[in-house]
């Protein structure tokens, strides 16, 4: 019994380092984790705001990760204290798992970061951390930068979360993004998009993931006005193959901090 315990360990093991292998050679599509943090209130901000612009950017910058986006959230309240969320770009499933390794054994990481990375138990940076890691779509192999010149705090970076019912409903809203069209339409119409991933792991799956970028809320307005009235959109969404695949859709309202790449 043992025996056939170890044979079956074994061969897991293989198997997750074969899955990881075939992720980590797959040199066309990126990855991306995307950390959302939460918090109790302003100073864990204001500490996580200047251990993410003078010590995590520039340390992931000098192991080679750049075009790292931080955004905040559009909120109504100014009490609101709203979540902070970083996006970061990545070659291959390799460069995630040793990141936080690189990071540990950086002089400038633990120089500038030292405030959060020492912090007590009982005045922690940030309430929670949230990681999502995600694989680019075929469409959109690579991230693209978006080309916005109005003032940052008036930008809207909408972040979206597709969420299906079953995982075989999930790889079919995957594939209107791709052999549908819908990825080739947000272009045509000009909306920015950051990137479309699949969710390798994360709080909702099912669900992909994707990022379009607008100059300000009339312009993502307006936007969605010409998606929804285009003739291909309503062609896309009636074919019987694509039906029912998406069982919430939840977006949210971003803009870009000052120290973000883009």
Do not use: C, W
């Given at each position: 019994m043992k025996t056939m315990f170890r044979i079956i360990s074994s061969l897991s093991i293989i198997l997750l380092l074969g899955v990881s292998n075939s992720y980590s050679q797959d040199g066309n599509r990126e990855f991306y984790q995307l950390k959302i943090y939460s918090f109790d209130n302003e100073n864990q901000?204001?500490?996580?705001?200047?251990?993410?612009?003078?010590?995590?950017?520039?340390?992931?910058?000098?192991?080679?990760?750049?075009?790292?986006?931080?955004?905040?959230?559009?909120?109504?309240?100014?009490?609101?204290?709203?979540?902070?969320?970083?996006?970061?770009?990545?070659?291959?499933?390799?460069?995630?798992?040793?990141?936080?390794?690189?990071?540990?054994?950086?002089?400038?990481?633990?120089?500038?970061?030292?405030?959060?990375?020492?912090?007590?138990?009982?005045?922690?940076?940030?309430?929670?951390?949230?990681?999502?890691?995600?694989?680019?779509?075929?469409?959109?192999?690579?991230?693209?930068?978006?080309?916005?010149?109005?003032?940052?705090?008036?930008?809207?970076?909408?972040?979206?979360?597709?969420?299906?019912?079953?995982?075989?409903?999930?790889?079919?809203?995957?594939?209107?993004?791709?052999?549908?069209g819908e990825v080739p339409l947000f272009d045509d119409l000009g909306f920015n998009a950051v990137f479309y991933g699949e969710v390798l792991s994360g709080a909702n799956m099912p669900n992909l993931m994707y990022m379009t970028t607008h100059e300000n809320i009339e312009a993502q307005t307006a936007n969605w006005k010409s998606f929804f009235d285009s003739p291909i959109w309503n062609k896309l969404k009636v074919r019987p193959e694509y039906q029912n695949n998406v069982s919430k859709n939840t977006k949210y309202m971003l803009y870009p901090t000052e120290y973000s790449d883009y």
């Open positions: 901000v204001k500490t996580t705001d200047a251990y993410l612009e003078n010590a995590f950017l520039p340390t992931l910058k000098e192991i080679g990760v750049s075009t790292i986006g931080v955004f905040k959230e559009h909120t109504e309240q100014d009490s609101i204290i709203g979540k902070t969320y970083v996006l970061i770009p990545l070659r291959s499933l390799d460069e995630f798992l040793s990141m936080e390794s690189k990071l540990a054994a950086n002089d400038l990481h633990g120089n500038k970061g030292s405030d959060y990375l020492k912090a007590a138990h009982d005045n922690p940076p940030y309430k929670r951390i949230e990681s999502i890691l995600m694989k680019a779509f075929v469409d959109m192999p690579k991230m693209a930068v978006p080309k916005l010149e109005g003032p940052r705090n008036e930008r809207i970076y909408e972040l979206r979360s597709y969420e299906s019912a079953t995982e075989q409903l999930y790889v079919n809203k995957v594939d209107m993004f791709n052999a549908g």
